[in-house]
């Protein structure tokens, strides 16, 4: 009698444990999607030390690395992200978002081994050329950025991204005629899109047309009233120019758009 009551106490215990298990996942995630993220975090952990080797714990990891980020939490985050793909090595997915976390934390070396890892699986990954070549280009590897970027337009030739990356590529490269090249055709097939006109206008401020530049920068402020960076472009222009009254306007209405205070205060000050 003994044996057959263990026996079903142990028959019982296993549904009871998953059943646990899902439900704590399950309450996790509802205190997620109601940004009670410290509790959301704290159960997550929970589910997770319940059943440690439960494949849908890959899932649980990712949710908890999303929430963690959200915090400001980047190491707990990578960490997460580590542990779920100890259990799904090959994931392009939970590769990439721990290689966005090691961007933010400025670990590019980190970031560039998952990519690398993600091309190896999948050689036209977009994102993850797209965001190599942008670690290329802050190591001034122009040569490697360019291969990124062209390999992405010969998969999709009329690809946008990567238009725009090669052109912001040649500015630093200071190939201007290059730049310009590429932004003039973007520019005549997305009349609307603001990026474009500002990124041509620091493309005119570089080569010494300063008038055309402003002319950009008007018609990107005209499409995206609310962007910091072209105000202080056009306050930057206008500065130059000895414009010191319009310049400070538009260093005033670039802190109304989120500008750094620090950074503007000391523009600010030459305009007297």
């Known amino acids: 009698m003994r044996h057959l009551l263990f026996l079903i106490l142990c028959c019982i215990s296993i549904p ?3 059943q646990s ?13 109601k940004d009670s993220l410290p509790q959301a975090e704290t159960l997550f952990k929970q589910a997770i030390k319940m059943e440690p080797e439960n494949k849908q714990n890959i899932l649980l990891y990712c949710n908890l690395g999303l929430i963690q980020r959200k915090m400001g939490h980047l190491a707990d985050a990578a960490d997460s992200y580590t542990f779920a793909l100890k259990m799904d090595p090959t994931s392009c997915s939970i590769l990439q978002k721990r290689a966005a976390i090691y961007i933010e934390r400025g670990f590019d070396s980190e970031a560039m081994k998952d990519y690398d890892t993600i ?8 994102e993850a050329l797209l965001l190599r070549a942008f670690i290329f280009k802050k190591q001034n590897d122009y040569n490697n ?36 090249e590429i932004l003039n055709p973007l520019i005549s097939e997305n009349p609307s899109n603001a990026t474009f006109y500002l990124a041509r206008a620091y493309v005119e401020v570089d080569i010494l047309e300063p008038d055309l530049a402003l002319i950009d920068v008007d018609r990107s402020i005209s499409l995206d009233a609310k962007s910091a960076e ?43």
Do not use: W
């Open 16 to 18: 009871l444990s998953a």
């Open 21 to 33: 298990y899902q439900k704590i996942a399950e309450k996790a995630i509802d205190y997620a999607e």
């Open 119 to 126: 091309l190896k699986i999948e050689p036209d990954n977009k």
């Open 145 to 180: 950025a360019r291969l990124d970027y062209n390999h992405i337009l010969r998969v999709s030739p009329t690809d946008i991204d990567a238009r725009f990356g090669l052109a912001m590529l040649e500015q630093k490269a200071k190939d201007f005629r290059k730049a310009m």
């Open 230 to 272: 072209a105000f202080i472009l056009r306050g930057d222009i206008h500065l130059k120019q000895k414009k010191k009254d319009l310049a400070r306007q538009d260093y005033l209405r670039a802190l109304k758009a989120g500008a750094g205070v620090g950074e503007m205060k000391q523009r600010i000050e030459k305009c007297k």
